[in-house]
């Protein structure tokens, strides 16, 4: 820091390469910003001109078109401070994350009443003894079941599912 201070009281500026990346950086945040959904961007509070830059962004299907608005974007992007911008988008990536972990982890333990039946469910129960077991079985075995159509089947397979992510939203709360 002290550096920087000492270059602008010399009349120095920061060299090319670094104002490159300082750009491209920007740029870069820029490209992440026109991912987003419009109302995660508007949670974001960045400047009007900016906001309505990503929104045309999203917008432009021309290759080379895209390619000049996301410079632009970039370039409004320098007179912002991009920090809390990047923790924003960290924070998004992370829930992201969590729920991916939680929905594998949901998928997995229908996977195992599905196949393991009884072993898996009395798992489950010494796992979460407040659970439903009379209502766990109905949706297994009606899941499981030949004599009942594949579209019931499937129906009961999804409920299982409901029902799970409600035992695991119990535990977190």
């Known amino acids: 820091m002290q550096d920087d201070e ?18 491209d950086a920007a740029q870069d945040l820029g490209t992440r910003l026109i991912a987003l959904k419009e109302s995660e961007l ?5 400047p ?23 410079q632009y974007i970039g370039k409004l992007m320098r007179d912002i401070d991009p920090a809390p911008v990047e923790a924003a ?12 972990e939680k929905h594998k982890r949901l998928e997995t333990w229908r996977a195992r009443l599905l196949t393991e039946g009884p072993g898996a469910l009395e798992e489950l129960m010494k796992w979460r003894p407040d659970a439903d077991r009379k209502s ?4 297994i075995q009606k899941a499981t079941s030949t004599r009942v159509d594949s579209g019931s089947r499937e129906a009961a397979s999804r ?7 409600t035992l695991f939203d119990s535990i977190s709360r």
């Open 136 to 139: 766990l079985q109905a949706l």
């Open 48 to 70: 009007e001109k900016l906001f309505d830059a990503i929104l045309l962004a999203k917008r432009i299907t021309a290759r080379g078109g895209l390619a000049r608005q996301r």
């Open 89 to 100: 988008l960290n924070v998004k990536s992370r829930n992201a994350a969590f729920d991916a």
């Open 159 to 165: 409920e299982l599912f409901r029902t799970l992510r």
């Open 6 to 23: 000492e270059s602008q009281e010399f009349g120095e500026r920061p060299s090319k390469s670094a104002r490159k990346r300082e750009a």
């Open 42 to 46: 508007a949670t974001l509070g960045l």
